[in-house]
């Protein structure tokens, strides 16, 4: 994976780009590193009591499937070959563990690493961790499939 300092490499108005959602939808912070198989990304919103994502006032764990898909999303169209990226949609996941049950309530930002295992041009596999730099809170595998923008701006 290409190395970069604990500083983000490409924060978070670089990554609009890559992702539909705006707003406190888009729940990365930035990038830290990717190469072509592998993304690291950054999130530090999880304890906002605002968080588009709380239900009864927490934000569940299985939320980080939500957080590993957009770290994908921006992988994509980081390592695309440089054409408008086709939209994806989180077709499965599968295998997920959970360590904790939620993520409103911990302290630490948190890490989203996801290593793609397969893609074409129908879609990409992907495993990924949602961690804080001192334990694993959600991993699994997920599928995603691509769907061409017809008729819609980039």
């Known amino acids: 994976m290409r190395?970069?300092?604990p500083a983000l490499c490409l924060?978070?108005?670089?990554?609009?780009?890559?992702?539909?959602?705006?707003?406190a939808?888009?729940?990365?912070?930035?990038?830290?590193?990717?190469?072509?198989?592998t993304i690291e990304c950054l999130a530090d919103g999880h304890r906002d009591p605002a968080h588009p994502l709380r239900a009864r006032g927490r934000l569940?764990?299985?939320c980080a499937?939500?957080?590993a898909a957009q770290a994908m999303a921006v992988h994509g169209a980081l390592c695309g070959d440089g054409q408008t990226p086709p939209a994806g949609s989180l077709?499965?996941?599968?295998?997920?563990?959970?360590?904790?049950?939620r993520l409103d309530d911990i302290e630490e930002e948190l890490l989203i690493h996801c290593h793609c295992l397969a893609r074409d041009?129908?879609?990409?596999?992907?495993?990924?961790?949602?961690?804080?730099?001192?334990s694993p809170l959600v991993s699994g595998r997920a599928t995603v499939q691509f769907t061409a923008l017809h008729g819609h701006a980039p």
């Not at 996941?93 to 049950?101: E, Y």
């Open 3 to 5: 190395s970069t300092s």
């Open 11 to 23: 924060g978070r108005v670089q990554i609009d780009d890559y992702l539909p959602h705006r707003g």
């Open 25 to 37: 939808m888009r729940l990365l912070a930035g990038v830290r590193a990717y190469d072509r198989d």
């Open 121 to 134: 041009a129908r879609g990409a596999n992907y495993r990924f961790l949602v961690a804080t730099a001192s």
């Open 60 to 62: 569940g764990a299985a």
């Open 65 to 67: 499937i939500e957080y």
């Open 91 to 101: 077709l499965a996941a599968r295998d997920v563990r959970f360590q904790v049950a």
